[in-house]
Structures are given as structure tokens and as C-alpha cells.
């Protein structure tokens, strides 16, 4: 976790909690953690003995630590569990904090006697310091045991990383006004100006000022994309629905367009597929006199890739095995870490089906829609949660196609249509059964030119909003290096009362 990653997550109280233990190390004595408390640490019972579980000893993990009070716990062991292993009871009121994974500098205050496992320290204070402040202070020492634990799989620290930490031990009134002044913040009620602490209020409102400004920026960068992404939904709709460029009457009109294509294939022999008409209850909105409504199977072939549904296993020197879970939120295919299958398999499919320029997929279980264009070479091949659409040229333009499937009464037709299990399907006989709206090939190429061109610039705009977010962060990372710096006061040692 970086210090922009703290700072974007911690509630303020916890960021002014920050900048005063920073003050208290610049201008009081600094001590260790080991002079001013004892730490013990749990266990976990053998797992392979059901006696030491499901008894009436409450037993915390650390997943369970919240930095709050602790009022109940997931697990508990027996009394043979507790004598048989590392675990030790704990009494009500000791401050816990986790050392391990995603939890590690959580803290916690048991509401109740309780044994904790391993990766939970438990902290018993031997000289005058209240539990309150030290609860405040590990809130804001999450950070540095983060950046101390990193490395591994996941960040560990241990005790003797809690035991060396630097701490500051004012008089208790000192530590009760600063629990206070927390607290309050917490509570949403603001600074409060009589802070004991005068030099630090400037530090605190600066960095609390800093928090608000960055959630107002956030939120509008937020809404400036949601724009953006609105502006490119809207543009789609007026291209699929006959208004983003004017109709040109010498075009030929879609239904022609089919009737020469119909004679053609008839003259070469090939045979017709008789299509099913098209009920006018069917027909979702009007479109201009020269389109035409028709079904997907009228105008590009879908293919299922995978048609047993058998996933081929897995061969480490084989060709990526494309998965919609392979694919990005940008439409781009991730062919590295994509599942890998042989060679074998990769034939067997383009004996079925040949890759074209313009092809794409889509997902039909699962993630449902989301149109992707397939990348050359073809060295690839697809799996079973996709389907293939190869648009027939001289009908229909495989961006215009694309951009349709995109489009939001594409993404609603899908919706409305998708299986109602718990898992989303929407199966071949619905793909090739949508209706499309078919303009004139020659209108739909200055569509997909003019959309194009629209999307350029909201991509423009897109960039800069990017841009200026980056410019922000990087603006508020150097402030917050700067803010968050500490020159420590070191002492050798504490009286303990």
C-alpha cells in the first residue's frame, strides 16, 4: 500500500490521526512498542482433531479484526483445543492486531474472553497508556506495517515488527484529548479548533482539506467518464436507428441489396436457406424506407465453436484457448495467460470454421454480449462460452455489424432475452434470431466512417479527463511524501509502572 493508496482509502480521522503521531515522534521522546506493552500471540488447534473444535471457547482470526470492538466471533475451540496448542485465552478488553494477509495492522477489542489463532497479536500495556490511544495509534501505523510486510504472496509482519515499532507516550490527559479529537472526527463533527495541539490543527486541516478536495475530484472525474461513456452509448443509438447521417435515395435499398444477393446465389446454384418472417410486433422502433429489419442469420453466419461443450485439457505448448474471461474491459485479448490447448484441437476447429478478417465473438454464457474483434494471425482458436459471427460482406459491414452489437438496443435485446437461470445464457437459436436494422451498404460504411469519427473525439475528451487525473495524483502524491515525513526523537527507554 502506497502512501496515495492510504491516503485514497483511510477515513479522514485516520489521516489526522497520522499527522499528530507524526508531531508527537518530531517533538516528544520515542520509544518502542516493547518498552511500553507485552505482545503474545495465538494458535490454531490441530485440524485434524474434531475434539478441539465447536465448543463454547470463542476463538478470533484475523480476518475478523475491523478496528472495532469485536462483539462475536465465526469459530470457537474446546478446552482440550486451548490446553493442545499455542492458544491462550485473552481477556475482555485486549487490544488485538492482525499480522497477516489482506487484514494486517487491523485492530480489534475484544468484547469478550477469547483465544485468537497465530497470525493475531495481542497487546497488554505495562505502563500508563489507554487502550483508546493505542487503538488510534495502530489505525494509523496500518500503513507502515503494510510496507514493512511486503514481498511475499501475501504481507506478513510478525511481533517482532510490532514489538520494534516507534510509539510517543504523552501524560494520559494528553492521550485523552487526542482520543477525543479523533473521535470526533470520526463521528463526522468536524476539527475541533481548542485542540490542545495547537502547531498540529494547520497539519490536520490541510491534510483533512486535502481528503475532501480529492473525493470531489474523484466523484467529478467519475461523472466526466460516466458522460463520456453516455455520449458513445448515444451516438450508437442514432447510428443504428437511422439519424447520424443523412440517407442518400440513389443507394440501393437494403431490400434490393437482398433480392440481387438472393439472384446471384440462386444463379450459381447454391441453395437458399428460407428464412421466418419477421412479425410486425417484433419491430422495436421505425427505421428510414430504404433499410430494411432482418434476422442475424440473414446476414452472417454464427457459429458455435465449441459445440460438445467439452473443454479440451490443457497443453502447456499448445495455442491460447480464447475465454470471454480472457478479454478486457478495452476489448482486448489477453493470448499469455489465456487457457492453452494442442495443436490437435486447433485443427479439428478449422475444419469447421476459418478465421476472416472483421470476425468476432460474443460472449453467450456468463458474460452475455460484449462484441470483440479477433486479432491476425489466426494462431488460435475459441472456446465454448463464445460465439463466432463472420458477417457476410456483401450484405452487411462487419463494423457496422459490430458497432449494432454494441449498441445499447443490442445490449437490451440481450438482456431481455438472456436465460432467467442464475447463470446467464443466451444460446445460438437467440444470436441468430435478433433483429438487425440493414441500411444500404453504402450508407452503412459512412455510418461506421461518421461514428468513428465521433468516437475520436470522445476519446480525445476521454484522454484528457485521464490525464488530468493522473496530473492530480501525482500533484497529491508529492504533497502527501511531504506531509506524512517523520524525523524521529529517539530515547533509550521507559519507566514502567
Not at 156 to 161: F, K, L
Request: positive net charge; charged residues 25%.
Amino acid at each position: 500500500m502506497t502512501i496515495l493508496d492510504f491516503f485514497k482509502t483511510a477515513h479522514p480521522s485516520v489521516l489526522a490521526a497520522k499527522m499528530i503521531f507524526k508531531y508527537l515522534q518530531e517533538h516528544y521522546p520515542v520509544y518502542k512498542i516493547s518498552d511500553i506493552a507485552d505482545t503474545s500471540s495465538g494458535g490454531t488447534p490441530n485440524r485434524g482433531m474434531i475434539e478441539y473444535y465447536n465448543g463454547e471457547i470463542p476463538w478470533v482470526k484475523s480476518g475478523e479484526l475491523k478496528d472495532a470492538l469485536i462483539t462475536s466471533c465465526g469459530e470457537y475451540i474446546t478446552e482440550s483445543g486451548l490446553k493442545n496448542s499455542s492458544a491462550k485465552l485473552f481477556p475482555k478488553g485486549t487490544l488485538l492486531v492482525a499480522m497477516y494477509g489482506a487484514n494486517i495492522g487491523k485492530t480489534g477489542v475484544l468484547n469478550f474472553d477469547a483465544t485468537t489463532n497465530q497470525a493475531v497479536c495481542a497487546i497488554f500495556p505495562k505502563v500508563e497508556i489507554s487502550k483508546e490511544f493505542l487503538f488510534w495509534y495502530f489505525k494509523q501505523q496500518r500503513i507502515d506495517f503494510i510496507a514493512i510486510g511486503k514481498g511475499g504472496a501475501q504481507p506478513n509482519i510478525s511481533q517482532t515488527v510490532i514489538n520494534n515499532a516507534s510509539i510517543v507516550v504523552p501524560d494520559k490527559k494528553s492521550q485523552q484529548a487526542i482520543v477525543n479529537f479523533l473521535d470526533n472526527i470520526e463521528k463526522g463533527n468536524g476539527i475541533d479548533e481548542k485542540f490542545f495541539l495547537h502547531e498540529v490543527l494547520n497539519d490536520v486541516e490541510r491534510i483533512y482539506k486535502y481528503k475532501n478536495n480529492y473525493v470531489d475530484l474523484v466523484d467529478s472525474f467519475r461523472n466526466q467518464l460516466a458522460q463520456i461513456k453516455n455520449l458513445n452509448q448515444a451516438i450508437l443509438q442514432e447510428a443504428v436507428q437511422g439519424n447520424l447521417v443523412e440517407q442518400n435515395t440513389k443507394d440501393e435499398p437494403a431490400s434490393e441489396l437482398l433480392k440481387r444477393i438472393k439472384a446471384e446465389k440462386a444463379k450459381s446454384g447454391k441453395k437458399e436457406k428460407k428464412l421466418p418472417l419477421i412479425k410486425p410486433e417484433e419491430i422495436p422502433f421505425k427505421i428510414p424506407k430504404n433499410w430494411l429489419w432482418c434476422k442475424g442469420e440473414a446476414i452472417a453466419n454464427y457459429i458455435d465453436p465449441q459445440p460438445s461443450h467439452r473443454t479440451p485439457p490443457v497443453s502447456l505448448d499448445g495455442v491460447p484457448y480464447i475465454a470471454m474471461s480472457d478479454i478486457n474491459k478495452n476489448g482486448v485479448i489477453n493470448f499469455v495467460s489465456a487457457r492453452k490447448v494442442s495443436y490437435a484441437v486447433l485443427e479439428e476447429h478449422r475444419n469447421r470454421y476459418q478465421l476472416q478478417k472483421g470476425d468476432f465473438i460474443f460472449g453467450k454464457i456468463g458474460t452475455i454480449g460484449k462484441p470483440v474483434k479477433l486479432p491476425e494471425p489466426y494462431n488460435y482458436t475459441l472456446s465454448a462460452n463464445v460465439i463466432l459471427i463472420q458477417p457476410d460482406r456483401n450484405i452487411i459491414d462487419d463494423n457496422y455489424l459490430f458497432y449494432f452489437l454494441c449498441s445499447p438496443i443490442a445490449e437490451k435485446n440481450l438482456r431481455d432475452k438472456k436465460s432467467t437461470t442464475s447463470y446467464p445464457v443466451f444460446g445460438m437459436g437467440k444470436a441468430r434470431d435478433m433483429l438487425i436494422p440493414l441500411p444500404p451498404i453504402s450508407e452503412q460504411k459512412r455510418i461506421v466512417a461518421e461514428i468513428e469519427k465521433q468516437l475520436a473525439k470522445t476519446q480525445q475528451l476521454k484522454n484528457h479527463i485521464l490525464a488530468n487525473q493522473q496530473a492530480t495524483e501525482q500533484l497529491l502524491k508529492a504533497l502527501l511524501h511531504q506531509a506524512f515525513a517523520v524525523e524521529e526523537v529517539l530515547v533509550e527507554d521507559l519507566e514502567v509502572v
